[in-house]
């Protein structure tokens, strides 16, 4: 059994059968019809960059040389995060796939933050352009949480964080540790089935 990604086309497979997938199943928590389209795509487009920068680094294969000047105050920012927190990587950018509920997703670090008080053993981070989404990004959190703690094979995580490097070069670390996010996660799943199931749209 695996799980595939098809990377133009953002889907996750099992097996071959697409699956649902984190972003998806919180897409209705958030409204960005306000913002022009021009803006949304080059905030995308910016938040892929940044996200494979914090990839590479990890890996020991940036080369900071190349990095347009825009990426110039997140790479500060995130060096800066990486010192103060004394940052040591597990995992990034881990595709993983939740046998008992049948979602997919890709998380961002799972990490050891030993610098930091009050985030002592195993932390799970999701890197930020902004904090747009508000406390949705505790759901997203947690069910990428759930993910790794139903792999037997991975370290379980005690805190839950979004890592915003903002645009002055700095870093912004903000905690999620809502008890409800993981049941409010499978309610937006469970309804999103109930809508296929019966091709609802209203």
Excluded at 50 to 78: F, Q, R, S, T
Excluded at 168 to 176: N, S
Aim: proline letters at 6%.
């Amino acid at each position: 059994m695996s799980l595939t990604f098809d990377e133009s086309a953002h889907r996750y497979y099992w097996n071959g059968k697409p699956v649902p997938n984190v972003t998806g199943i919180l897409a209705p928590l958030t409204d960005y019809s306000k913002i022009p389209a021009e803006t949304l795509e080059r905030a995308r487009q910016e938040g892929t960059a940044i996200h494979k920068m914090v990839e590479l680094d990890c890996n020991g294969d940036l080369d900071v040389a190349a990095l347009p000047a825009w990426m110039v105050p997140a790479y500060k920012g995130w060096r800066e995060f990486r010192e103060h927190s004394g940052f040591e990587p597990i995992l990034n950018e881990y595709r993983g796939y939740h046998k008992a509920f049948g979602y997919a997703g890709t998380l961002d670090l799972l990490c050891a933050l030993p610098k930091l008080k009050g985030w002592k053993g195993v932390a799970l981070l999701d890197v930020k352009r902004s904090l747009y989404a508000g406390p949705v990004i505790g759901l997203q959190l947690s069910a990428y949480e759930a993910i790794v703690t139903s792999d037997k094979g991975l370290p379980k995580p005690a805190r839950r964080g979004a890592l915003r490097l903002t645009p002055d070069g700095k870093f912004r670390l903000e905690a999620y540790n809502d008890a409800g996010d993981f049941s409010a996660f499978l309610a937006l799943l469970t309804l999103k089935r109930w809508k296929e199931k019966h091709a609802w749209t209203p």
